[in-house]
């Protein structure tokens, strides 16, 4: 089945078209500024030269229409009609209380969606307006919609919990959710089949690094606990979010600078993380250039920051879980930087954890699933390039399925 993987933000969509029985990628790309002044969509079918044409989007319907008419031009598309699209699948940052799988977009499933909007207004506001378009566009393919949120939902009471007055959970569902569900659920999926043993006897760590990092305690094919919490502020040090931070700053900061809520917001989630500490840019390679070219101190700081971070979560979770059988690095940063796989590890040998350095610094292009750890470390540890793509293509699929 084709399956028509989109991911709608506010002034933006982007899209794939995936084949599931080839499990490949058919044609990428995305419309930008809709709404605004100079829309426009850049496409890429593999093999053929990258297209892109300007023209004025009014709103998500303009922009799917125009993603539609790329993707069947004679020229420069893949497909012959629309025909050929089996099903579309809705990336949704946001499941808040009510989704623990992908579902099928009804009437019922969208009351429950606008529902979430609170939780993630500058995300599910988008998305909602994504999928009604995609529904108006395309009448007779069926939509689904697949949350971030979802494979966190097995987390137990004592991991998701705040402890904040019980009142204010239940009045506005405050607890942790986890995000970056597809992928954390992609590669532990991976490192399962890898360890050849039953899921159900695995205990997994996976590190999704990129400019979003967090990283997922995998028990038994579950999830027991992550990083992300009730947003994807909280746990590890990202790109330019600050991650987890003493919650008393937050007031402090905002009493002594006058600060509103959406100033302080602004600064925790667009202005911290590496941009914050290392000041220069929020992007790891430019961090890691600054420190191995410069020596720079505070790029050295904000590289040393986030690998402590992640090696205390191995620890954590791997008490957590009562063992470790594997660690998983994924995502942007953890594909392509042998340092943020290694600086983690250093000192974990007696957890049974060891790196084999010249295998993790010799990796090259095309990434590809690699063993890191000795023959001899106990635990495996494993980079596991990302694939959140087939989790949605194929949920889309297994959803669409059952309906027959
Ligand atoms: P997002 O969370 O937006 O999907 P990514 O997973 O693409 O982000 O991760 C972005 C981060 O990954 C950036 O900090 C960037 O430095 C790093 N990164 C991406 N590609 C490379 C690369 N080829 N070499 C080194 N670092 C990379």
Do not use: W
Request: glycine share 8%.
């Amino acid at each position: 089945m084709n399956v028509l993987i989109v991911n709608a933000g506010s002034s933006s969509l982007k899209y794939q078209l995936f084949n599931t029985e080839t499990k490949t990628v058919l044609a990428k790309g995305g419309c930008e500024r809709i709404g605004e002044k100079g829309g426009n969509i850049s496409h890429k079918v593999p093999e053929k030269t990258p297209y892109e044409k300007n023209q004025e989007l009014q709103n998500h319907e303009d922009a799917i229409k125009l993603v539609i008419e790329t993707l069947t031009d004679k020229e420069v598309g893949c497909i012959a009609s629309m025909d050929e699209i089996g099903a579309v699948g809705h990336r949704v940052v946001h499941g808040g209380p009510y989704f623990t799988g992908s579902v099928l977009a009804t009437e019922d499933v969208l009351a429950k969606v606008e529902l979430c909007k609170e939780l993630a207004p500058l995300h599910i506001g988008p998305s909602l307006v994504g999928i009604h378009a995609c529904m108006d566009v395309m009448k007779n393919v069926p939509q689904v919609l697949v949350f971030d949120t979802a494979f966190h939902s097995t987390m137990p009471e004592e991991a998701y919990t705040f402890a904040i007055p019980r009142e204010y959970s239940e009045k506005y569902h405050i607890r942790r959710y986890g995000f970056h569900g597809s992928s954390h659920r992609y590669v532990s999926r991976e490192m399962i089949q890898i360890l050849g043993k039953p899921a159900e006897e695995t205990k997994i760590v996976t590190c999704h690094l990129g400019n979003g990092s967090s990283i997922a305690a995998v028990k038994g094919g579950k999830v027991i606990d992550t990083t992300m919490g009730f947003t994807p502020l909280d746990g590890l040090m990202m790109g330019t979010r600050s991650g987890a931070i003493d919650p008393a700053i937050v007031s402090f900061l905002m009493e002594k600078e006058n600060l509103s809520a959406d100033q302080i917001n602004n600064i925790l989630n667009k202005k911290s993380g590496i941009l914050g500490v290392y000041g220069a840019s929020s992007d790891f390679r430019d961090c890691r250039m600054a420190m191995e070219e410069k020596k720079d101190p505070r790029a050295t700081l904000a590289i040393r920051m986030l690998a402590y971070q992640v090696k205390k979560y191995i620890g954590a979770y791997t008490a957590a879980m009562g063992g470790l059988d594997a660690v998983v690095f994924t995502a942007g940063i953890g594909e392509n930087n042998n340092i943020i796989r290694a600086m983690p590890c250093e000192g974990l040998e007696f957890l049974g954890i060891e790196i084999d350095h010249a295998v993790n610094d010799g990796i090259k292009r095309p990434i590809q699933t690699t063993k890191i750890s000795t023959e001899n470390s106990k635990v495996q540890v494993y980079l596991i390039p990302t694939n959140e793509e087939l989790i949605i293509a194929e949920d889309t699929e297994s959803v669409v399925s059952a309906l027959k």
